[in-house]
């Protein structure tokens, strides 16, 4: 085939031009099995699966523009009568090869072994023209031999639309994040006990084709460090590869004065990152988590299930099952039924996670003798530095201070607890305040009367001390009313991806209408922005929205 040209670049691609390079199968050791049976994979860090999953009649539910424009490919390909079967797996993509990756992983905080793509099929990495690599995954495509607990390797149209969604609006946030191409329907019922409580139902089948650099876990090294000598010089060879293709920069390091990386005492001993690139490795690593989890802590955000196979070696958001953005501000919130005995993953809970984590990752490197127990100590002290520094600046700019306070950010927090604020919304109404001391006591609270529902007089009187002490905050910044506005607009979302919306998309795709889910994707891209006539998808949940199912879900999907 003639290779495109620069007019045709432009224009986009055609899938069958995408330029494919499957580096994960070329450069690492992969299973000589090809059968589907459920077994332990050893020595392999994939499997070479096709996707079986059984299709009839399957529909093009929605795509991403911007997804495609990533790959370089015409979002006008969207139109083909064939895009349905290719992203169903029931036709191969040209150039693809398909895959599932083995890795482990500590469920709720035990080792729970090989889990692997239980239901994902990768079917090849793709180059763009700016040098960027992609790889591309179908979510549900049917059985493959590495089960994580769905033994049919399927998955229903209820968590593939909230997958696509959320998916497309974390990065309109702006948090690192997987994305998703395209969604469709298998034609096929698949059933779900969705409550685990003994009364599964049947429900329309769907994939979703997702898209990120890597797939990579922290799990996908801890498996073949958890299993013992002969494994874990592939953890070295996984590590080098994930180095060169996605970290390629801690390759050139050098011993120089002007290296960007610090050298930590810890313990008496000097951490030389620049001596060891897998230590450099590991504490980017641990950063990019505590990044991540800075920025959902500023936006509400609760993954649901952080094991460790469920975070990414990039520091993305990955594996969207039951997540939940923050309604009512309750740091103990958790979307996920399965944690609600101990609420390990809930809202205030994510941070530690995410270092506790990022031990189990730095374990398994010292397991294969590639960090010490020194830069392991120092990759955990930069993860908290990190993350304080991050959630500090993203606060004070949700606040518009011209410098962190802590005292005013907790009594706020506390406030916002105690009268279960809606968080989203607070945040957007709190621009509203006029950095004037002169406003009467009685008037100041007029800015938040839309967010400080059905408070008492005590209350009010808490709220009103509050915002006294933040104007005079405001005040000795100096910065204009309207300039202060914009920059806290631009870190306070109008919009948020609430799980009620996402249940009314759900509800009408079940029908056979699409329609809300385009409307979804369209408002949730520009979360920041007034949107004139969309102010409906801002609004706080409905009574029908506290039901089991919409706010809390279950892993079942």
Known sequence: MESPSAEDRAAGLKFEELNWDHSFVRELPGDPRTDIISREVRRACYSKVSPSVEVDKPELVAWSDSVAKLLDLDPKEFERPDIPLLFSGALPLVGGLTYAQCYGGHQFGTWA??????????????????????????????????????????????????????????????IPTTRALCIVTTGKNVSRDMFYDGNPKDEPGAIVCRVAQSFLRLGSYQIHASRGKEDLEIVRILADYTIRYHFPHLEKMEKSESLSFEVG??????????????????????????????????????????????????????????????????PSYTPNTTDLPGRRYCFANQPDIGLWNIAQFTTALMAANLISKDEANYTMERYGNKFMDEYQSIMTRKLGLPKYNKQLISKLLNNMAVDKVDYTNFFRALSNIKADTTIPESELLVPLKSVLLDIGKERKEAWTSWVQTYIQELASSGVPDDERKAVMNSVNPKYILRNYLCQSAIDTAEQGDYAEVWRLLKVMQNPYEEQPGMEKYARLPPAWAYRPGVCMLSCSS
């Not at 995954?137 to 059985?143: H, R, S």
């Not at 089960?147 to 639309?161: C, Q, T």
């Not at 620049?274 to 230590?279: F, G």
């Not at 993954?303 to 469920?310: A, C, I, Q, S």
């Open 113 to 174: 072994g090989q889990l692997g793509d239980g239901r994902a099929i990768t079917l090849g990495e793709i180059m763009n023209s700016r040098g960027e690599r992609w790889e591309l995954q179908l979510k549900g495509a049917g059985k493959k031999l590495l089960i994580a607990g769905f033994a049919d390797g399927l998955a229903v149209l209820r968590s593939s639309i909230r997958e696509f969604l959320c998916s497309e609006a974390m990065n309109g946030l702006g």
């Open 265 to 330: 005492q810890e313990g008496g001993s000097v951490v030389d990152l620049t001596s060891n690139k897998y230590a450099a490795w590991s504490v980017e690593v641990a950063e990019r988590t505590a990044s991540l989890v800075a920025g959902w802590q500023g936006v509400g955000f609760t993954h649901g299930v952080l094991n460790t196979d469920n975070m990414s070696i990039l520091g993305l958001t990955i594996d969207y099952g039951p997540f939940g953005f923050l309604d009512a501000f309750d």
